[in-house]
């Protein structure tokens, strides 16, 4: 896989109009071309901030984690505070799903790669933790004061929605502060008559959500699982240093005087290298972090079907707090999935009339009436994306950070 950097970093410097003459002006919004000079500053500036970056983090990382070598490859510019107590085999897993990469340990040396595959059944992982919860955890469940401890895999939730290294930090420092919550909300879907494609209409009321709670105190979520030691190599990267994979070919080469092969379009790909090996395991890492993926037909997620969600709803009234009701709608009838007309709908209230006419929805079109099932994890608290910065009343500023509490959508997309 090309690095997402070079890419960015290509079209950045590339996509540009032609460059005015010199009586002209150049007009709001236009881009100039750079000269060669200047796109290689431009490049230079560039990866020697992804050095900047990321090259103290990840040698705090193996610092903190006791891990004498390390490969990563760089595919992702997100900026993350490293943790600061050793969780060895979860905080591993975590930093690869947050960083779109996958991890595996070769002969002790922790290889982050961009080419693997990675599970795509979270929905029936999902309804699964639900059918193993008891009367008691399902009440707690609907009301938002489940501790995500309390599930069955705690770790397979978090893997499945950590989506930024900031977020990992947060599930690995204090994961037991957070709590999980089920929302079942009633929804509708319609052909448009002027596309032909089917459309959802979320019937919900439209309320303010609640976008941020107060941070928890909690402690780390999972178990320490100790990391396989490397042995040590003629190959020999330091404490830990950013480099091409073309460099870290040309260095084994010239360690090992063996050439290898190497894929062009990958050449500048960015890694992370730290500490040493022995050539058997350079074979082993470079095997990881030099593919490209195949260009093969990509595999369906799986799906949970919505008839058997919909059934264990039905049977299960400890999630009564759960529902979201609405007044002109049945529970009855948004479980069989009745369908109706726009004008029967807006008969029924005089919100569901506004939302149709905002839609534009003829009154003769056919909904199917349905529920939309979510569920919320709640670590509290915020999480910076990108540093803070020192503002004019000389107090740090969090411009660019997000909630830690977030909501993903079951069924119903």
Not at 232 to 257: D, M, S, Y
Request: some cysteine; charged content about 25%.
């Amino acid at each position: 896989m090309t690095s997402a950097f070079v890419i960015a970093l290509s079209l950045c410097l590339n996509s540009a109009q032609a460059r005015p003459t010199a009586n002209q002006q150049p007009r709001y919004g236009e881009l100039i071309p750079l000269t060669k000079e200047q796109q290689e500053e431009a490049e230079r500036k560039f990866l020697d901030g992804l050095r900047r970056e990321w090259a103290p983090r990840l040698t705090k990382i193996c610092e903190v984690e006791d891990v004498p070598a390390m490969v990563f490859t760089i595919v992702s510019p997100a900026y993350f505070e490293p943790w600061d107590r050793p969780h060895g085999v979860p905080a591993m897993r975590l930093l690869a799903r947050s960083t779109s990469t996958f991890w595996s340990q070769e002969n002790g040396v922790q290889v982050f790669s961009a080419v693997g595959e990675r599970s795509s059944d979270f929905e029936l992982e999902f309804f699964d933790l639900l059918r193993l919860l008891d009367a008691d955890g399902l009440a707690k469940l609907a009301s938002g004061t489940l501790s995500l401890e309390e599930l069955s895999n705690p770790f397979g939730v978090v893997e499945s929605i950590t989506m930024d290294p900031a977020l990992a930090s947060v599930f690995l420092s204090r994961g037991s502060s957070a709590t999980v919550q089920l929302s079942v909300e009633p929804r509708a879907t319609y052909i448009d008559p002027k596309t032909g494609e089917r459309r959802a209409l979320r019937l919900a009321p439209d309320k303010p959500q609640t976008f941020m709670t107060e941070e928890k105190a909690g402690k780390p979520l999972f178990p320490h699982v100790p990391l396989e030691k490397p042995q040590p190599g003629p190959l020999n990267f330091g404490e830990g240093k950013v480099i091409t994979l073309g460099e870290f070919r040309e260095a084994a080469v010239q360690a090992f005087q063996t050439d290898y092969y190497i894929d062009g379009r990958l050449e500048h790909t960015l890694l992370f290298v730290r500490g040493s090996m022995d050539q058997e395991t350079f074979d082993r890492v470079y095997l990881k972090v030099g593919a490209a993926t195949p260009p093969v037909r990509r595999p369906a997620p799986s799906k949970l079907r919505r008839d058997e969600l919909t059934e264990w709803i039905r049977n299960h009234p400890e999630i009564r707090d759960a529902w979201v009701e609405r007044e002109g709608l049945s529970r009855d009838e948004l479980l069989n999935g009745n369908t109706l007309s726009a004008a029967d709908l807006a008969a029924r209230n005089p919100e569901f009339a506004a939302l149709l006419q905002a839609r534009n929805i003829p009154p003769e079109t056919q909904l199917q009436l349905g529920l939309e099932v979510a569920f919320t994890v709640d670590a509290g608290g915020f999480r910076d994306l990108y540093p803070p910065q020192v503002g004019p009343n000389g107090k740090l500023q969090h411009l660019h950070a997000a909630s830690n509490r977030m909501t993903f959508v079951v069924i119903g997309r």
